[in-house]
């Protein structure tokens, strides 16, 4: 026998929106963890892992405005961005880490879209779709960063050896690690919001 969750609505509101502020303080906490690579002016962080974790946890709504949140915090001047870079605030934005910041909402949605709540019948995402939806999630963020490094270097390849290459290898570890975590915890945390 299935039970139904029924949640009042104003619940369901502090809910979301507390999931929504978790989600952000997540991602920072996730900046925190920065190594500065040699020949780059990005670090290696924590930060997309969190943003995909967030999406695929939250949904696409949720999820993009977790992030939206983050960059508003940032913006403000919150010490919520990776330490290693020195700029602040909204200058963040324009710098050279600003094109990865600026691509997390588009990413958060995406994946989080792409991420099944449940498998009609089994209650477990698919996984090659959580893989889907991390991989597209991770591809939008390198693409943002691609971005605004090629903007700021007035070369495309100079920017792909600055904001991709070095960060291949992390990603499709981060993928693996996301995968059986989305998978296993997103039907019941989605239920719930």
Known sequence: MERALV????????????????????????????????????????????????????????GALSMILYLAMGAAGLPVFTPTVPLVGVARLFGPTGGYLLAYPVAAWATGWLTPGSQPGVNKPWLGRVALAVLAGLVLIHLGGLAQLAILTGSISGAAQLATAPFLLGDLLKLALL???????TPTIRARL
Do not use: E, N, Y
């Open 7 to 62: 949640i009042d609505h104003s619940t369901l509101i502090i809910r979301r929106a507390g999931a929504v502020v978790l989600g952000a303080l997540l991602v920072a906490g996730a900046a925190q963890v920065s190594v500065p690579l040699p020949g780059t002016p990005v670090p290696m962080t924590l930060q997309p892992m969190a943003v995909l974790l967030v999406a695929g946890l939250l949904g696409p709504q949720l």
């Open 179 to 185: 995968v059986p975590v989305l998978a296993k915890f």
